[in-house]
C-alpha cells in the first residue's frame, strides 16, 4: 500500500506538461486517501481513465464494500479524467457526485472505468462504472466538476517562458 504505480497518459499530454518543466507520471497520485485505500491507476486520458482498488480494507461492518470506498474511487477517477480535460490552465473540483450502489462485493479487486459524458468549457462530466472481478457491475456513478481558472497557472512555467 502506498507505492507509487505507474500511471499511463497519452503522449500529447506527457508532452504538453513536460513542456513546462513538470514531470506529470511522477506529479500525479491519488492522493493520501487514495494510497490508503490502495487505489491504483492503471490507465489514464481525458477519454478513458482505469483504476482498481481491492475490497478487504474497505469495508463495511458486514463485511461488503463501503459505499463510501466506492464513492472514493469513482470520484478519483472522474476527477483525473476532467483534471486532464482541463488542461493545465485548470483545476477540476468536484460539485455533484452520485453512486448507485447495485450489489455488494466480499473480496478481491474492483475495477472502475469512467468515461465522459460532458466536456465543456466550464464543467465535465463522468460516468464511472465499478465491476468485481467477474465483471459484475457493483456501482454505477457519476460525477461533476467544476473547471476553474488556476491561480498561479503562469507560475508553473518556468522562468523566462
Known amino acids: 500500500m502506498g507505492d507509487k504505480h505507474a500511471v499511463k497518459f497519452p503522449q500529447e ?42 475490497v478487504e480494507g474497505n469495508t463495511q461492518p458486514y463485511g461488503l464494500l463501503h459505499g463510501g470506498a ?52 466550464s464543467t465535465a462530466t463522468y460516468e464511472v462504472v465499478i465491476s468485481d472481478e467477474q465483471d459484475r457491475r457493483v456501482c454505477t456513478a457519476r460525477l461533476t466538476c467544476l473547471l476553474r481558472d488556476a491561480d498561479g497557472a503562469a507560475a508553473a512555467a518556468p522562468a523566462g517562458a
Open 13 to 54: 499530454v506527457l508532452d504538453e506538461y513536460a513542456a513546462l518543466g513538470i514531470d506529470l507520471p511522477s506529479l500525479f497520485s491519488a492522493g493520501h486517501l487514495g494510497e490508503r485505500m490502495d487505489i491504483r491507476i492503471l490507465e489514464a486520458s481525458a477519454e478513458r481513465i482505469v483504476g482498481t482498488m481491492p
Open 70 to 121: 466506492s464513492a472514493v474511487l469513482a470520484e478519483t477517477l472522474g476527477s483525473v479524467g476532467a483534471m486532464l480535460h482541463g488542461g493545465i490552465t485548470k483545476i477540476a473540483v468536484g460539485v455533484d457526485l452520485n453512486c448507485t450502489h447495485h450489489r455488494g462485493a466480499r473480496s478481491g479487486l474492483v475495477t472502475g472505468v469512467a468515461t465522459p459524458v460532458h466536456r465543456g468549457r
